[in-house]
């Protein structure tokens, strides 16, 4: 098997997270009951489907300007938004179609809004680095890598301020964690945690490289959680594949930050099936061979086996599903398709509240 | 034609790698295209057979075209590669048209009149007043011509560069009194009526015996003195103008305005100047109602406590030098008004009527109007008018 | 119904009755607390609110700044103070990226009632980096408001509808006039934004200005008065908005423009402010609309050279007199 540097500490590093693996075979229980996992499952292969038609979309020219596509990372996500409760909040940057989609934001409403439509859930003025569903807890959606961070920090602030026991959940890419825009509000969330007065969960979303340039080649301390440790935040690592590890690892950290209002740092190590984003056709810093190995721990089929295994999933209602997905994402596209653009008025609407 | 980049608006077919009635499988190239910035294969979305080829080699078509047909295992002939139409407009082959050589035709450099400098309100006030700048020194930089400068030519200072408005020292006996804002408006608004309304003027005498005793006993009625002969003229010229619309009117360049009301202004000399109050829909008015108005109007206007709605809006102007024992003189029309009539005082004289010869007051009015409105008959016609009112006093009332 | 206050004591006494008022009402920034603040706008705050209301800061301005924001956008109207404005460029992407710009493209969905506060422009021999008057920068982005009040009761005025708005404002302050005193009414008094204020009435030229220029305008005002000038100095007290109506109307009746204004001239605030004047009075203009600007050079630290990288008294008098054609 042909194995390049890059991939065999990938391989290393995700042996070391199979301790977390383990425990969460071991909390769940081979026989144990996973159907109200189904939801989940579900969610996470719309999230699939989803993607795989929006970069469609894309290439017919339907979405504009950037698409950047979860694929192969939906276990991360799922794993912390099934770990939460209907009335936390979440950040995330521009890779955000997943989260919004597997928190319940109708497809429909996100295709809308790469389609750059007026039924789109930022009215078609955000477009897809720019979700959010305020409702629902996810307040975006940004461009600028890691300028969400501070936000998300501040947030949670405001959140214990208020007297609630909400939490805030940021999810960040391995990219942004060498961004004074990582370093400022991760330090200003330990010195406030210490009052408790900072309910917020950092989930590193590891996939390796940041656009073109692998970890690797980012850090000398290719440990990420442990970038954490400088800051006096508790940290750990899971296997950002495996949904159960990831759903059992966010229920104790979420629990321990609502409980305490000090923030915690969690380093996922997950890989990105497609290129970054629309532009990088020929992915030309990982090799094929390195991603068809990767491929071959796709969490939904990772969750799949682990559903079938405990009964919860067959044959017949994997087609249904897949089917019942097939079809909503196909109506979110229609949905899309036929709805009008913003009127020419709404250019110079929402700048500002007053005045 | 799939869209390889958030920029790409078209892309070119380099290669087909499939002919039609090949087998093609979902991810196998199908094609090889040019986009702006890197040549790709174009993978097979469907899996079935390569039923027609749409853009042949070397063709360009805009992202989201269609360039070729796969008819799925099973299909009859005819099903499109769903493609959708192409994105919005903004998407359509970029026009890439060869600059125009030198600039497009430049604003034509009009008459001589673009290369004068002035400042926009100097040019502004000359517009208005139908000057021309080529006539007027600009003292400004590079000779621009100022504001100041446009209202020295209107106040009929020579605009000749050799009269500076303030130099040389005044000779012993010379007293040089600075104009009043008043004076000065004056000065400008009646210079102004000279140079651009063609004056001429009409007389007639009337004999105001009757209208002298109807005054009398209005003021026996009202138990004070209040009606003068000026509100019986006033009186009068209103009402005569509902019959001679034209001369209630202003010139207007193309058109002759006519107000649709009737404002007499009366001038009423002030220590510092004149000054023309307005009595509005003076026809519509009782001699008493004029009168009363046109006492306090006048008191008020010593006192300089007139707003400026009751100086404005003027239709027709009545003079009157009566007080001075004045027997006639002609007026200046106040612009933008048509005509003004001047009228001097009700003298004892001999007449003749009916052969004989008797004592009468008479009165001399004089009409100047302007002769871009109005024409000489007509004038007369109207001074008749005001003549027959005056001279049969009940019917002003 | 007033007092006489200062600048200081005008922004301060604003921030308590808005922090008794409403608990959303938070202040951050560095050494507000128990440094009592570098110009002690924030004096005996921390004391007064706490830790938790009066957050002392690590020098970090992307990360506090953005964190202010966040708080925004979850409900907390958060006051944070810059300690100079120069030091906000270093949260440029979290203010003009974020800030201006979240209401926009969420789809209205948020919030964002932020109020940044601090000095701006020139003090004495501060040298390059601390000297700067961004008004410009922050003016230019849609989606904020920039205000710089001149008077201790612009400050209130100004400060009580930034803190009560619903959009982040960029209010900028100057060291120059926390020490000035004023008259400032009593009461819930609030300005609204986009009204500028006649600071001296005149007919024979308008002279605009803001924030610390103002008392500049007017003492230029005051010494043309003596020759037989008639000025009218107007204080524009906001930037975005800006008044166009008052700018107009002025020199529809006077004919005349000088703008004033700190920093650099090519692309500064005064060119904004010459192009909406031309905009609204081209046809009552006599001259070209005159521009009182600092030097285009980095501010020196030599005294002598900054005197003359600043606009003084003498530079607004002789551009009064150019409108005029008397030079």
């Known amino acids: 098997m042909l194995v390049n540097p890059q991939f065999a500490d990938i391989i290393g590093r995700m042996a070391t997270v199979k301790r977390g693996h383990r425990q969460a075979e071991r909390e769940a229980g081979r026989e144990a009951d996973l159907a109200p996992y189904l939801p989940w499952y579900r969610l996470m292969v719309t999230a699939r489907r989803f993607e795989e038609e929006a970069e469609r979309a894309f290439r017919r020219g339907k979405i504009g300007g950037y698409l950047h596509v979860y694929t192969g990372q939906e276990a991360v996500a799922a794993g912390f938004l099934a770990a939460i409760r209907p009335d936390d909040i979440f950040f995330t940057a521009y890779r955000d179609h997943a989260h919004a989609i597997i928190r319940g934001t109708p497809p429909d409403a996100v295709m809308a809004e790469l389609f750059g439509k007026v039924t789109g859930v930022a009215k078609g003025k955000g477009g897809s680095m720019h979700l959010f569903d305020v409702a629902r807890g996810l307040y975006g959606g940004y461009g600028i890598v890691g300028s969400h961070i501070p936000l998300a920090t501040g947030a949670a602030y405001a959140l214990r301020y208020q007297s609630t026991d909400r939490v805030c959940l940021c999810f960040l890419g391995d990219g942004a964690m060498h961004s004074g825009s990582f370093h400022e509000p991760v330090n200003l969330a330990a010195l406030w945690g210490r009052e408790g007065l900072c309910p917020i969960v950092y989930i590193i979303e590891n996939n390796q490289y940041a656009m073109g340039t692998s970890v690797e080649r980012s850090t000398v301390v290719t440990n990420l959680a442990s970038h954490f440790d400088a800051y006096g935040i508790d940290n750990e690592q899971v296997d950002g594949q495996d949904f159960f590890a990831v759903k059992s690892a966010a229920d104790r950290i979420v629990a321990q930050v609502r409980k305490t209002g000090r923030p915690r740092g969690i380093e996922a190590i997950t890989y990105r099936f497609a290129a970054h984003g629309a532009a990088d056709l020929f992915q030309v810093y990982r090799s094929r061979e390195e991603v068809e190995a990767q491929r071959r721990k796709d969490p939904i089929l990772l969750m799949e086996r682990r559903l079938r295994r405990a009964g919860a999933l067959d044959d017949e209602r994997v087609e249904v599903i897949r089917r019942e997905v097939e079809a909503a994402v196909a109506a979110a596209l229609r949905f899309a398709e036929e709805s009008p653009e913003p009127p020419p008025e709404a250019l110079q609407t929402d700048i500002y509240g007053q005045g | ?230 509100d019986l003229v006033l009186k009068a010229a209103a009402m005569a103008l509902r ?115 008797r004592a009468a007051h008479v009165m001399k009015a004089t009409l100047s109007a302007d002769h871009r409105v109005t024409d000489g008959a007509e004038a007369a016609r109207y001074l008749g008018e005001v003549k027959r009112l005056l001279q049969n006093p009940t019917l002003l009332a | 119904m007033g007092q006489v206050l200062t600048y200081r004591d005008a922004l301060r006494s604003t921030l308590i009755e808005e922090m008794d008022r409403d608990p959303a009402v938070i202040l951050i920034g560095e050494d507000i607390g128990v440094y009592q603040g570098t110009f002690r706008v924030t004096a005996d705050l921390m004391q007064r609110y706490g830790p938790k209301r009066v957050i002392d800061t690590p020098i970090s301005e992307r990360g506090f700044i953005g964190a202010a924001i966040g708080m925004a956008m979850l409900g907390l109207r958060p006051v944070v103070e810059v300690m100079t404005w120069n030091f906000s460029l270093l949260a440029a992407d979290q203010i003009l990226n974020n800030a201006a710009k979240v209401r926009y493209f969420s789809g209205g969905q948020v919030d964002v009632p932020l109020v940044i506060r601090g000095p701006n422009g020139a003090g004495v021999q501060l040298s390059a980096q601390h000297s700067q008057s961004l008004e410009a920068l922050y003016a230019h982005f849609p989606g904020l408001w920039v205000v710089a009040p001149a008077t201790p009761a612009d400050a209130r005025g100004l400060l009580r509808t930034a803190i009560r708005g619903r959009d982040p404002v960029i209010f900028l302050e100057n060291a120059a006039l926390y020490g000035t005193k004023g008259e400032v009414p009593d009461g819930e008094f609030a300005l609204p934004f986009g009204q500028a204020d006649i600071a001296r009435s005149g007919k024979d030229v308008t002279i605009v200005a803001y924030s610390r220029m103002v008392n500049l305008a007017l003492a230029a005002a005051e010494q043309l008065a003596r020759e037989g000038i008639d000025p009218e100095v107007i204080n524009l007290r906001t930037l975005r908005p800006l008044d166009r109506e008052t700018l107009a109307r002025s020199v529809r009746r006077t004919h ?72």
């Open chain 2, 243 to 357: 019959t001679f619309l034209n001369l209630n009117a202003s010139f207007a360049g193309e058109t002759v305005r006519r107000h649709p009301e009737i404002h007499m202004g009366f001038a009423l000399a002030l220590p510092e100047g004149l000054i023309v109050p307005v009595i509005r829909r003076c026809d519509q008015k009782g001699i008493a109602e004029i009168a009363r108005e046109a006492e306090d109007l006048g008191e008020r206007a010593r006192q300089g406590k007139l707003r400026p709605e009751e100086l404005q809006g003027g239709t027709f102007t009545v003079s009157n030098l009566g007080m001075f024992d004045v027997e006639s003189f002609a007026a200046i029309i106040n612009p933008p008004q048509a005509a003004i009539l001047a009228v001097g005082s009700a003298q004892s004289r001999a007449i003749a009527d009916g052969g004989a010869v």
């Open chain 3, 256 to 327: 005349r423009a000088v703008v004033v204004q700190e920093q650099w001239k090519p692309f500064g605030a005064a060119a904004e402010i010459a192009a909406v004047i031309y905009e609204g009075a081209f046809d009552s203009l006599d001259a070209p609309v005159e521009r009182e600007t600092g030097a285009d050079a980095p501010m020196p630290y030599a005294r002598n050279l900054e005197l003359l990288a600043l606009p003084h008294e003498r530079d607004i008098v002789d551009a009064v007199k150019r409108t005029l054609y008397r030079t």
């Open chain 2, 1 to 230: 034609m799939p869209k390889m980049g958030d920029a790409m608006t078209e892309g070119k077919v380099l290669r087909w790698m499939k002919r039609p009635g090949d087998r093609v499988e979902v991810g196998e190239a199908l094609a090889e295209i040019e986009t702006d910035m890197v040549n790709v294969e174009l993978p097979a979305e469907e899996t079935g057979t390569l039923a027609e080829i749409l853009v042949a080699e070397g063709g360009v078509v805009p992202v989201g075209s269609p360039i070729a047909m796969i008819r799925r295992p099973g299909e009859e002939a005819g099903r499109h590669v769903p493609s959708g139409p192409p994105a919005p407009p903004s998407a359509a082959v970029p026009e890439r048209r060869a600059e125009a050589a030198g600039g497009t035709a430049a604003p034509g450099r009009g008459p001589s009149e673009e290369q004068i400098k002035a400042s926009p309100v100097a040019r502004r006030l000359a517009r208005e007043r139908g000057i021309d700048l080529a006539g007027i020194h600009g003292t400004g930089p590079e000779g621009r011509i100022t504001k100041e400068d446009v209202e020295a030519f209107i106040a009929g200072r020579a605009g000749a560069p050799s009269v500076p408005p303030r130099s040389g020292a005044p000779t012993p006996s010379t007293e040089e009194v600075p104009l009043t804002r008043m004076r000065q408006t004056i000065a400008r608004r009646m210079t102004e009526s000279k140079q651009q309304a063609p004056h001429f003027y009409v007389t007639v005498e009337i004999l105001m015996d009757a209208a002298l005793g109807l005054r009398e006993q209005l003021n026996k009625d009202l138990g004070e003195k209040v009606v003068s002969v000026n």
